[in-house]
């Protein structure tokens, strides 16, 4: 390897080559993200049992839910996968500007994804769409089951939320560390390390738009 | 300090206190989880002793209804979340693994000092806990009752929520590790034994933990915010939340023994000084384990009220999990034919495990058989089977393993004669307490009962007697080893004259970076009978 | 029908190594006793196919001298791996079906079956005939079932998941809050066995026993007829002592001025009462059955919310009388 790749790339102490580092880092994420397929994979499993159990329930309640928000927050976070993409190309191209740019743009469509979210909380809170003790509306038909639908709502939504903002502060990280120039075509592995975690939280939206929002 | 000694090793390349904190090093980190995990063991263990002394009289002894539940729910979730799921793989998974394998270290490091600190967090949270409000739920934290009682569930729960990230961590960790830092030459089928049960473990740890990890933030959900998912008042279901416990804690405890047959699997082959019969069976058999365990769960259910049809199933699944451990202690007891067997101390306990787990796997497939269950659930049967498998496979195949690692870990030697009576003690002690509890629980003896009828009286008093000799036999375990590390001899690199890396490649203790040069591996792990074997020290070039 | 159990401790003297398990007093009893010495055996006969060649190879083949090799690195035998592998699965086979034979007949009540309905609280039984119309409850309540008949349990839980175990029948099932879990036995044996709840469910988990007591035909009509004539007869200050015991208020409300998980009922009727989260009432006739029926609305300071309601399951004599023992306690 030639002297200067060797420089670029920040070799750690414990690994032999940077192919070995490339590929337990990656081997590393993917198996962080099976754990997270499973963390989600008990709440999915909650509401197919709840699903199951009051199928009329979840009719009517789901019917709460603004599609059209949740439309543009799917289409948000697909597009952002895509910018996260673009910016590991990039950084492949050594066009350090554009990986700052398109991180930049993810960042972006993190956070706005999450003010939607709060447009969509606010009105559930407003109507008294809660879980538990607090729901309180009562133009729901059989408002004493119809809290379990929003139980269900607000615990997989709001652990997809968590992770939206786990997702932003890496994201963060990796573009101040961009932007001071650690990254070029001889070392990306951060952010294709973070693309792949974005790609989880846009992966665990796209089951749950349709679970959640689109179900008749 | 005396621990060190002169010669350079991970123990004095850098000395004090902050070196030690901050340690990137896998065999430092392993030596801190071993202090804090054994810690740990002997605050869980004092809660067992307080348990059995108030079980000598059917009445109150000298606890209150409520301290008693209090304390046997202490005492499992420490054992089961502080000492035995992280035990042998944080401790000397992480001190051996890298080792066994040719490599400097894990693969990451910096993320191995953060499992250590979670794990520290969470057990500290979970100690802090008991002083404000201790949890009287059972480990189970079965719902609707954990829903309901007053003490600080939420906390100690959120604990365990913690501590499940350090075992995701390392479970991680373990198997990058073991795909990729592999020393040159060392295929698969040329790795350790113990590295094979690693490998199914850290499976297990990454698949099965985040499971629980949703279960118990649910279970805070539910207390704190009423959302109703498994209080039957709210139109939650209390036998989900059974489903998804089990669907965690069923291969929680194969994350418990399959660490412990990985040991076995060492100590046979070089205390007998063979190789191992059957290493692709035993190899196999490890990931079968690891596979099925996840289908079986239901087994914990039999009467809960799900349907028979169900029941069945999981009755079937379970009988063929045994299978791949029948198949193990077989071939361990082949591997002793004709070989050259030592009953050194770590041998001692290797028995011990042969010997005591046979009757622990045995006694589960009274379990599995479901009429017979019907009759057994949640009687101290069950809490016979699992301390045998528990304490009986996992805990004397770490004593075995510490002792084994022991000269490698700190370049000394322990007094052997202890070591063997210490282990004497431990299986005298161990079945005295637990054997009885089998006919116990066939007479029909629930479990976690304060108060019991009077025929019982006996069986309770011949069990609390054999608790007080485990408890001796430990003390004189732990006597032993703080011993050893003050005046213990010098050891030499290879006592034992095993074939593994960590023995002929690595001094005793080894240097911070493991090895001097790169070993490259062109033999089979367990290669004994190939020439006579040398002590391999430092002198030993790979090829 | 001759009791494996009592074969065996016929035959051998030392009876208590082989009293394992209590007396069976039922066909399924019996059947599972025999699985269960058949797993004893066979397990023993495993154990022993490791444990002897364990110990025998263990001495033959000790190390004599410091740097003894093996005789033989032999490391794999197919005939043998195989055998140890194909034997367990047919043997576990065997008792996986021989098990759920057993197994399944729990849950399908016989024709003719007598329908009792039990429901588990903290920390007792209370247990309903659906055909006498009678009920039994309390700590260490009797439950009487007539010899050779067969029955029928259809159970739930007031509060959180309990198991009614009968060990003498090899029987238990959980009873879950939301649900009805059932179980069928037909007791062959006259006498009285002990029921013991197997789920623990709290503080007084061990002492929420009760007493199954199989009687012949004209002693169960007989012990009906008592259960039946005692509730209506009754002065309302003897029903209300009685049924004070029977619903279970005596778990947590004591008699005699001791704070327990409720405030005692001694000197507690016409007092002020302070409740959580502020308030206060006098404990009158009104307060007292208003609390039997809704008792979440209101819970004393200083004790946990734990009360359940017992709406549906106490008449209005029934408040009557607790009220008047209540009144009874009063300084």
Same mark, same amino acid.
Request: hydrophobic share 50%; with cysteine.
């Given at each position: 390897?030639?002297?200067?790749?060797?420089?670029?790339?920040?070799?750690?102490?414990?690994?032999?080559?940077?192919?070995?580092?490339?590929?337990?880092?990656?081997?590393?994420?993917?198996?962080?993200?099976?754990?997270?397929?499973?963390?989600?994979?008990?709440?999915?499993?909650?509401?197919?049992?709840?699903?199951?159990?009051?199928?009329?329930?979840?009719?009517?309640?789901?019917?709460?839910?603004?599609?059209?928000?949740?439309?543009?927050?799917?289409?948000?976070?697909?597009?952002?996968?895509?910018?996260?993409?673009?910016?590991?190309?990039?950084?492949?191209?050594?066009?350090?500007?554009?990986?700052?740019?398109?991180?930049?743009?993810?960042?972006?469509?993190?956070?706005?994804?999450?003010?939607?979210?709060?447009?969509?909380?606010?009105?559930?809170?407003?109507?008294?769409?809660?879980?538990?003790?607090?729901?309180?509306?009562?133009?729901?038909?059989?408002?004493?089951?119809?809290?379990?639908?929003?139980?269900?709502?607000?615990?997989?939504?709001?652990?997809?939320?968590?992770?939206?903002?786990?997702?932003?502060?890496?994201?963060?990280?990796?573009?101040?560390?961009?932007?001071?120039?650690?990254?070029?075509?001889?070392?990306?592995?951060?952010?294709?390390?973070?693309?792949?975690?974005?790609?989880?939280?846009?992966?665990?939206?796209?089951?749950?738009?349709?679970?959640?929002?689109?179900?008749? | 300090?005396?621990?060190?000694?002169?010669?350079?090793?991970?123990?004095?390349?850098?000395?004090?206190?902050?070196?030690?904190?901050?340690?990137?090093?896998?065999?430092?980190?392993?030596?801190?989880?071993?202090?804090?995990?054994?810690?740990?063991?002997?605050?869980?263990?004092?809660?067992?002793?307080?348990?059995?002394?108030?079980?000598?009289?059917?009445?109150?002894?000298?606890?209150?209804?409520?301290?008693?539940?209090?304390?046997?729910?202490?005492?499992?979730?420490?054992?089961?979340?502080?000492?035995?799921?992280?035990?042998?793989?944080?401790?000397?998974?992480?001190?051996?693994?890298?080792?066994?394998?040719?490599?400097?270290?894990?693969?990451?490091?910096?993320?191995?000092?953060?499992?250590?600190?979670?794990?520290?967090?969470?057990?500290?949270?979970?100690?802090?806990?008991?002083?404000?409000?201790?949890?009287?739920?059972?480990?189970?934290?079965?719902?609707?009752?954990?829903?309901?009682?007053?003490?600080?569930?939420?906390?100690?729960?959120?604990?365990?929520?913690?501590?499940?990230?350090?075992?995701?961590?390392?479970?991680?960790?373990?198997?990058?590790?073991?795909?990729?830092?592999?020393?040159?030459?060392?295929?698969?089928?040329?790795?350790?034994?113990?590295?094979?049960?690693?490998?199914?473990?850290?499976?297990?740890?990454?698949?099965?933990?985040?499971?629980?990890?949703?279960?118990?933030?649910?279970?805070?959900?539910?207390?704190?915010?009423?959302?109703?998912?498994?209080?039957?008042?709210?139109?939650?279901?209390?036998?989900?939340?059974?489903?998804?416990?089990?669907?965690?804690?069923?291969?929680?405890?194969?994350?418990?023994?399959?660490?412990?047959?990985?040991?076995?699997?060492?100590?046979?082959?070089?205390?007998?000084?063979?190789?191992?019969?059957?290493?692709?069976?035993?190899?196999?058999?490890?990931?079968?384990?690891?596979?099925?365990?996840?289908?079986?769960?239901?087994?914990?259910?039999?009467?809960?009220?799900?349907?028979?049809?169900?029941?069945?199933?999981?009755?079937?699944?379970?009988?063929?999990?045994?299978?791949?451990?029948?198949?193990?202690?077989?071939?361990?007891?082949?591997?002793?034919?004709?070989?050259?067997?030592?009953?050194?101390?770590?041998?001692?306990?290797?028995?011990?495990?042969?010997?005591?787990?046979?009757?622990?796997?045995?006694?589960?497939?009274?379990?599995?058989?479901?009429?017979?269950?019907?009759?057994?659930?949640?009687?101290?049967?069950?809490?016979?089977?699992?301390?045998?498998?528990?304490?009986?496979?996992?805990?004397?195949?770490?004593?075995?393993?510490?002792?084994?690692?022991?000269?490698?870990?700190?370049?000394?030697?322990?007094?052997?004669?202890?070591?063997?009576?210490?282990?004497?003690?431990?299986?005298?002690?161990?079945?005295?307490?637990?054997?009885?509890?089998?006919?116990?629980?066939?007479?029909?003896?629930?479990?976690?009962?304060?108060?019991?009828?009077?025929?019982?009286?006996?069986?309770?008093?011949?069990?609390?007697?054999?608790?007080?000799?485990?408890?001796?036999?430990?003390?004189?375990?732990?006597?032993?080893?703080?011993?050893?590390?003050?005046?213990?001899?010098?050891?030499?690199?290879?006592?034992?004259?095993?074939?593994?890396?960590?023995?002929?490649?690595?001094?005793?203790?080894?240097?911070?970076?493991?090895?001097?040069?790169?070993?490259?591996?062109?033999?089979?792990?367990?290669?004994?009978?190939?020439?006579?074997?040398?002590?391999?020290?430092?002198?030993?070039?790979?090829? | 029908?001759?009791?494996?159990?009592?074969?065996?401790?016929?035959?051998?003297?030392?009876?208590?190594?082989?009293?394992?398990?209590?007396?069976?007093?039922?066909?399924?009893?019996?059947?599972?006793?025999?699985?269960?010495?058949?797993?004893?055996?066979?397990?023993?006969?495993?154990?022993?196919?490791?444990?002897?060649?364990?110990?025998?190879?263990?001495?033959?083949?000790?190390?004599?001298?410091?740097?003894?090799?093996?005789?033989?690195?032999?490391?794999?035998?197919?005939?043998?791996?195989?055998?140890?592998?194909?034997?367990?699965?047919?043997?576990?086979?065997?008792?996986?079906?021989?098990?759920?034979?057993?197994?399944?007949?729990?849950?399908?009540?016989?024709?003719?079956?007598?329908?009792?309905?039990?429901?588990?609280?903290?920390?007792?039984?209370?247990?309903?005939?659906?055909?006498?119309?009678?009920?039994?409850?309390?700590?260490?309540?009797?439950?009487?079932?007539?010899?050779?008949?067969?029955?029928?349990?259809?159970?739930?839980?007031?509060?959180?998941?309990?198991?009614?175990?009968?060990?003498?029948?090899?029987?238990?099932?959980?009873?879950?809050?939301?649900?009805?879990?059932?179980?069928?036995?037909?007791?062959?044996?006259?006498?009285?066995?002990?029921?013991?709840? $197997?789920?623990?469910?709290? %503080?007084?988990?061990? =002492?929420?026993?009760?007493?199954?007591?199989?009687?012949? &035909?004209? !002693? #169960?009509?007989?012990?009906?007829?008592?259960?039946?004539?005692?509730?209506?007869?009754?002065?309302?200050?003897?029903?209300?002592?009685?049924?004070?015991?029977?619903?279970?208020?005596?778990?947590?409300?004591?008699?005699?001025?001791?704070?327990?998980?409720?405030?005692?009922?001694?000197?507690?009727?016409?007092?002020?009462?302070?409740?959580?989260?502020?308030?206060? $009432?006098?404990?009158?006739? %009104?307060?007292?059955? =208003?609390?039997?029926?809704?008792?979440?609305?209101?819970? &004393?300071? !200083? #004790?946990?919310?734990?009360?359940?309601?017992?709406?549906?399951?106490?008449?209005?004599?029934?408040?009557?009388?607790?009220?008047?023992?209540?009144?009874?306690?009063?300084?």
């Amino acid at each position: 390897m030639a002297k200067n790749e060797e420089a670029l790339f920040p070799l750690a102490d414990h690994f032999a080559t940077p192919y070995q580092q490339v590929e337990s880092s990656k081997l590393g994420m993917w198996l962080f993200l099976a754990t997270e397929i499973l963390l989600f994979g008990g709440l999915f499993t909650a509401y197919s049992v709840y699903a199951y159990a009051h199928p009329g329930v979840f009719k009517e309640a789901h019917r709460y839910l603004d599609v059209t928000l949740g439309m543009t927050n799917t289409i948000v976070l697909l597009f952002s996968s895509l910018t996260v993409v673009l910016a590991i190309h990039a950084a492949q191209k050594d066009k350090i500007k554009w990986v700052v740019f398109n991180l930049g743009l993810t960042i972006v469509c993190a956070a706005a994804f999450l003010v939607v979210k709060y447009f969509e909380y606010a009105h559930k809170f407003h109507a008294g769409l809660l879980p538990g003790r607090y729901f309180t509306n009562a133009t729901i038909s059989n408002p004493d089951q119809a809290h379990i639908f929003f139980g269900i709502y607000f615990l997989m939504t709001g652990l997809h939320g968590i992770h939206v903002v786990i997702g932003i502060g890496l994201l963060t990280w990796i573009l101040l560390r961009a932007i001071k120039g650690d990254f070029g075509s001889q070392y990306y592995l951060p952010i294709e390390i973070s693309g792949l975690y974005w790609h989880l939280v846009d992966v665990i939206w796209i089951f749950l738009f349709p679970l959640l929002y689109l179900i008749r | 300090m005396t621990i060190y000694e002169n010669k350079p090793s991970y123990l004095n390349e850098q000395k004090g206190l902050t070196s030690w904190l901050f340690t990137l090093d896998h065999k430092r980190i392993g030596i801190m989880y071993l202090a804090s995990i054994f810690f740990f063991f002997i605050v869980g263990g004092i809660f067992a002793l307080l348990l059995r002394t108030e079980l000598l009289t059917p009445g109150k002894t000298f606890l209150e209804a409520k301290s008693y539940n209090q304390f046997f729910t202490l005492h499992g979730t420490i054992m089961v979340f502080l000492v035995i799921i992280p035990g042998i793989p944080a401790s000397l998974g992480n001190f051996v693994l890298p080792l066994q394998l040719g490599a400097k270290d894990v693969a990451f490091p910096r993320l191995n000092l953060m499992s250590y600190y979670i794990y520290v967090f969470g057990s500290l949270l979970a100690v802090f806990s008991i002083f404000l409000g201790a949890i009287d739920t059972g480990w189970t934290f079965y719902a609707p009752y954990s829903l309901q009682t007053q003490e600080k569930v939420v906390m100690m729960v959120t604990a365990a929520f913690i501590l499940g990230f350090s075992s995701i961590f390392t479970g991680i960790n373990f198997i990058s590790t073991i795909h990729k830092l592999r020393a040159p030459g060392m295929n698969w089928f040329k790795m350790p034994l113990f590295v094979w049960g690693i490998y199914a473990t850290s499976i297990i740890q990454v698949m099965a933990t985040p499971v629980l990890g949703i279960t118990l933030a649910l279970i805070v959900v539910e207390r704190l915010i009423k959302i109703g998912i498994f209080d039957p008042t709210l139109g939650g279901d209390p036998i989900l939340f059974q489903h998804f416990f089990w669907f965690y804690s069923h291969p929680a405890v194969y994350i418990m023994i399959l660490p412990g047959m990985a040991i076995i699997s060492e100590l046979i082959t070089t205390f007998s000084q063979k190789k191992i019969f059957g290493y692709r069976l035993i190899a196999f058999s490890s990931i079968a384990i690891a596979i099925i365990s996840f289908l079986v769960w239901g087994h914990h259910m039999f009467v809960s009220g799900q349907s028979a049809l169900i029941g069945m199933i999981f009755s079937a699944l379970t009988f063929l999990v045994a299978i791949p451990s029948g198949i193990k202690v077989f071939n361990w007891v082949a591997t002793l034919y004709k070989g050259s067997i030592s009953f050194a101390t770590p041998m001692l306990y290797a028995l011990s495990f042969l010997f005591l787990f046979t009757i622990g796997g045995l006694t589960g497939v009274f379990l599995a058989v479901l009429s017979v269950d019907v009759h057994l659930h949640d009687t101290y049967f069950v809490v016979a089977h699992f301390h045998y498998v528990m304490v009986g496979g996992t805990f004397m195949a770490f004593l075995g393993g510490v002792y084994y690692w022991w000269p490698k870990m700190f370049g000394k030697m322990y007094d052997e004669r202890i070591g063997q009576l210490g282990a004497w003690l431990v299986f005298l002690g161990f079945n005295l307490t637990f054997f009885v509890q089998f006919y116990l629980g066939s007479q029909g003896m629930p479990r976690r009962y304060y108060n019991y009828l009077q025929q019982f009286q006996t069986l309770h008093v011949i069990s609390t007697m054999g608790a007080y000799l485990l408890g001796l036999g430990f003390l004189v375990v732990l006597i032993n080893w703080i011993h050893a590390l003050f005046y213990g001899k010098v050891a030499p690199a290879n006592p034992f004259h095993a074939t593994t890396l960590e023995w002929t490649h690595a001094s005793s203790p080894p240097i911070a970076h493991n090895f001097v040069r790169q070993p490259i591996v062109t033999e089979e792990p367990y290669c004994y009978g190939d020439e006579p074997h040398h002590i391999h020290g430092l002198a030993h070039k790979g090829a | 029908m001759k009791n494996l159990n009592e074969l065996l401790q016929m035959v051998i003297p030392k009876g208590w190594l082989f009293s394992t398990l209590p007396m069976g007093i039922s066909d399924h009893a019996s059947e599972v006793d025999t699985l269960y010495w058949f797993l004893i055996i066979t397990c023993l006969i495993l154990f022993l196919l490791v444990v002897i060649p364990l110990i025998i190879i263990s001495i033959k083949y000790r190390r004599k001298t410091p740097l003894q090799r093996a005789i033989s690195q032999i490391d794999h035998n197919f005939w043998m791996e195989s055998l140890w592998t194909f034997l367990p699965f047919i043997y576990l086979t065997i008792l996986f079906v021989w098990g759920f034979q057993q197994f399944l007949p729990i849950y399908i009540a016989p024709t003719g079956a007598k329908e009792l309905r039990v429901v588990g609280q903290k920390w007792q039984w209370s247990v309903d005939y659906v055909d006498e119309e009678i009920n039994v409850a309390g700590v260490g309540a009797t439950i009487a079932v007539p010899v050779g008949q067969p029955i029928k349990l259809v159970m739930s839980s007031q509060d959180v998941i309990h198991s009614f175990y009968i060990p003498n029948l090899r029987l238990k099932q959980d009873v879950v809050p939301g649900k009805y879990t059932t179980m069928s036995f037909r007791a062959d044996r006259e006498g009285e066995y002990p029921i013991l709840c $197997a789920e623990y469910c709290g %503080d007084l988990h061990s =002492q929420m026993l009760a007493k199954l007591k199989v009687l012949p &035909a004209e !002693g #169960y009509a007989s012990w009906v007829n008592e259960m039946k004539s005692a509730d209506q007869e009754m002065p309302l200050l003897e029903l209300g002592t009685k049924l004070s015991e029977k619903l279970g208020c005596l778990a947590c409300h004591s008699t005699d001025g001791t704070a327990k998980l409720a405030p005692s009922f001694k000197g507690i009727y016409g007092k002020k009462e302070e409740f959580s989260g502020g308030g206060s $009432a006098i404990i009158n006739d %009104d307060y007292i059955r =208003q609390h039997i029926l809704e008792p979440q609305k209101t819970t &004393a300071k !200083g #004790y946990p919310p734990i009360m359940p309601s017992f709406q549906g399951r106490v008449t209005e004599r029934g408040i009557s009388a607790l009220i008047a023992f209540i009144k009874s306690l009063a300084e």
